[in-house]
Protein backbone atom coordinates (compact mmCIF):
# COMPACT_ATOMS: atom_id res chain seq x y z
CA UNK A 1 0.00 0.00 0.00
CA UNK A 2 1.18 3.48 -0.57
CA UNK A 3 1.21 5.99 1.55
CA UNK A 4 1.17 9.06 -1.28
CA UNK A 5 -2.27 10.55 -1.33
CA UNK A 6 -3.50 12.75 -3.90
CA UNK A 7 -5.92 15.07 -3.99
CA UNK A 8 -8.95 14.58 -6.52
CA UNK A 9 -7.96 18.19 -8.15
CA UNK A 10 -4.69 17.34 -8.67
CA UNK A 11 -5.72 14.21 -11.29
CA UNK A 12 -4.74 14.37 -14.68
CA UNK A 13 -7.56 14.95 -16.96
CA UNK A 14 -9.10 12.02 -18.47
CA UNK A 15 -7.65 10.92 -21.72
CA UNK A 16 -10.09 10.83 -24.95
CA UNK A 17 -11.74 7.02 -26.11
CA UNK A 18 -9.55 7.57 -29.63
CA UNK A 19 -6.27 6.20 -28.58
CA UNK A 20 -4.64 7.55 -31.30
CA UNK A 21 -6.48 6.05 -33.84
CA UNK A 22 -6.59 9.03 -35.89
CA UNK A 23 -6.41 9.64 -39.61
CA UNK A 24 -2.96 11.49 -38.91
CA UNK A 25 -1.63 9.04 -36.23
CA UNK A 26 -2.37 5.87 -38.93
CA UNK A 27 -0.61 8.03 -41.99
CA UNK A 28 2.44 9.29 -39.75
CA UNK A 29 2.97 5.58 -38.63
CA UNK A 30 2.38 4.15 -42.04
CA UNK A 31 4.84 6.56 -43.46
CA UNK A 32 8.00 6.39 -41.18
CA UNK A 33 7.31 2.69 -41.40
CA UNK A 34 7.83 2.86 -44.99
CA UNK A 35 10.46 5.29 -44.66
CA UNK A 36 12.54 2.84 -41.99
CA UNK A 37 12.05 0.09 -44.68
CA UNK A 38 13.41 1.96 -47.34
CA UNK A 39 16.44 3.72 -45.58
CA UNK A 40 17.17 0.28 -43.72
CA UNK A 41 17.39 -1.65 -47.37
CA UNK A 42 19.57 1.38 -48.63
CA UNK A 43 22.00 0.48 -45.25
CA UNK A 44 21.80 -3.40 -45.99
CA UNK A 45 23.07 -2.43 -49.97
CA UNK A 46 25.24 0.47 -49.24
CA UNK A 47 23.22 2.56 -51.36
CA UNK A 48 23.27 6.11 -50.02
CA UNK A 49 20.63 7.89 -52.34
CA UNK A 50 18.25 5.06 -51.28
CA UNK A 51 18.67 6.13 -47.44
CA UNK A 52 18.16 9.86 -47.97
CA UNK A 53 14.94 8.88 -49.69
CA UNK A 54 13.96 7.03 -46.72
CA UNK A 55 14.77 10.12 -44.86
CA UNK A 56 13.16 12.09 -46.59
CA UNK A 57 10.22 10.15 -46.80
CA UNK A 58 10.25 10.07 -43.17
CA UNK A 59 10.44 13.97 -43.04
CA UNK A 60 7.06 14.31 -45.66
CA UNK A 61 5.30 11.60 -43.28
CA UNK A 62 5.84 14.19 -40.28
CA UNK A 63 4.77 16.74 -42.03
CA UNK A 64 1.62 14.96 -43.33
CA UNK A 65 0.67 14.05 -39.82
CA UNK A 66 1.30 17.29 -38.20
CA UNK A 67 -0.79 18.84 -41.27
CA UNK A 68 -3.30 16.45 -41.03
CA UNK A 69 -3.86 17.09 -37.00
CA UNK A 70 -3.86 20.83 -37.71
CA UNK A 71 -6.91 20.47 -39.86
CA UNK A 72 -8.73 18.38 -37.49
CA UNK A 73 -8.17 14.87 -38.02
CA UNK A 74 -5.77 14.02 -35.31
CA UNK A 75 -5.83 13.70 -31.50
CA UNK A 76 -7.50 17.01 -30.51
CA UNK A 77 -4.91 19.68 -28.60
CA UNK A 78 -6.10 21.07 -25.57
Do not use: C, F, Y
Not at 26 to 39: E, M, S
Amino acid sequence: MSSIEIAPEDLPEVAHANHGKTTAAWVTNIGLTIAALIASVGIAVTAWPVVWVGVGLAVVSLAAGAALRALGHGQPLQ
